[in-house]
């Protein structure tokens, strides 16, 4: 069955650090590639896309997304974090011969002063 | 105001007893979805719908059905609730024309506990 892992459940970061979120999925082929954030008390919302070209993939607030094809992931990266990035982080995956999007189970980023 | 509004935002309820989340919006998009989130799971699909004539099942739809009454409107019914539904359910909608490779937008979410 198709799946995507977040292997980080819990990040606890201090601000400026650089942050990198892993992301794997078990499907073949062509794949659509999303992060989307969710912050305190917020609704979800889409922090960046991958569905082709540019394997590096530039989102808002100074996010960017490697898609490695040949590792299945799609890592998000920030170079210098913010207490204002405090979230959950959802990777979501779509393709592969299956007609659905799959969430991973989250990554809870909590960013210290 | 938000473009997807969830009614209620929470609610306490008994087991047995008939619960209807209700989701409106006003962004024109004809797909609609539901989604379940647990912690550690993510978010899960239970029902979603394309255009008003048009339901389908999610990965976890036992223990719920939808209605469509309008392009704008999408509810999700717990016909007998039990405990294990107990999470936060977030409807979405997104653009038709994309399939799923389209962006999600999400309302607020309802959060429901079920004693």
């Known amino acids: 069955a198709q799946s995507v892992s977040q292997h980080n459940h819990h990040v606890i970061l201090s601000e400026a650090a650089s942050l990198e979120l892993g992301c794997n999925y078990s499907?073949?082929?062509?794949?659509?590639l999303f992060w989307y954030v969710q912050y305190p008390g917020q609704h979800l919302q889409l922090l960046l896309k991958?569905?082709?070209?540019?394997?590096l993939v530039k989102g808002i607030k100074g996010f960017e997304a490697e898609f490695i094809k040949s590792k299945f992931s799609f890592n998000l990266r920030k170079p210098s974090v913010q207490w204002s990035d405090t979230a959950e982080y959802f990777c979501a995956v779509n393709g592969g011969g299956y007609n659905k999007l799959i969430f991973g189970a989250g990554t809870r980023l909590a960013v210290h002063p | 105001d938000a473009d997807v509004t969830q009614t209620p935002r929470n609610r306490i309820t008994k087991t047995g007893k008939r619960i209807m989340l209700e989701c409106s919006q006003t962004k024109g998009h004809d797909r609609m979805y539901w989604y379940r989130q647990d912690p550690g799971l993510g978010l899960r699909l239970i029902y979603y719908?394309?255009?008003?004539?048009?339901?389908n099942k999610g990965e976890i739809s036992d223990g719920y059905s939808v209605s469509r009454q309008a392009q704008a409107k999408f509810s999700l019914s717990l016909e007998s609730a039990i405990p294990n539904q107990t999470a936060l359910y977030f409807c979405?909608?997104?653009?038709?024309?994309?399939?799923?490779?389209?962006?999600?937008?999400f309302g607020e979410g309802s959060r429901l506990t079920v004693l």
């Open positions: 979405a909608t997104s653009v038709p024309g994309q399939g799923w490779a389209g962006e999600l937008f």
């Open positions: 719908s394309f255009d008003v004539k048009d339901i």
């Open positions: 991958y569905f082709s070209g540019d394997p």
């Open positions: 499907y073949g082929g062509t794949v659509n």
